[in-house]
């Protein structure tokens, strides 16, 4: 059996490096991504400029569309069937439209609740990720 050898202060160095957190986890409680300490909102979906604890710069990070997009995916495909379920069902009209009002409430409420959590998550994935804009090559 091969024994191999480990380079410790290489080992440690690289732990050193790693993130101690983690990205989904920070993303979803709408903290900082390096730290997990600082929030990263200054209003509903404005972010900070950077992290008041250890000072990441949170400008690097555009999410764009991408949170909306995602939001609205799952809303659909959690409320939609409701939404010709309703209709058909064998209840009086005011019954109906009473259960169709309940669920557009719904629907507009678990919206704005998961919007600044998937947009949080986004930031801090692409944080994570290093990801930035992509570039043309100079050939």
């Given at each position: 059996?091969?024994?191999r050898r480990v380079d410790l202060a290489a080992?440690?160095?690289?732990?050193?490096?790693?993130?101690?957190?983690?990205?989904?986890s920070a993303g979803l409680?709408?903290?900082c991504p390096t730290c997990g300490q600082g929030r990263v909102f200054r209003g509903y979906l404005k972010f900070k400029p950077a992290c008041e604890a250890?000072?990441?710069d949170f400008t690097?990070?555009?999410t764009a569309d991408g949170p909306a997009f995602?939001?609205?995916?799952?809303?659909?495909?959690l409320?939609?069937?409701f939404g010709f379920i309703i209709p058909m069902a064998d209840q009086p009209m005011w019954w109906k439209l009473l259960m169709m009002f309940g669920l557009v409430f719904v629907t507009i409420v678990a919206s704005l609740v998961m919007l600044p959590k998937a947009k949080s998550l986004l930031m801090a994935l692409?944080?994570?990720?290093?990801?930035?804009?992509?570039?043309?090559?100079?050939?």
């Open positions: 059996m091969l024994k080992f440690c160095f690289h732990v050193g490096n790693m993130s101690k957190v983690s990205p989904i409680a709408e903290r250890c000072g990441q690097k990070a555009d995602f939001v609205g995916f799952i809303v659909l495909i409320f939609a069937p692409q944080i994570a990720n290093k990801a930035e804009q992509a570039r043309f090559e100079d050939r």
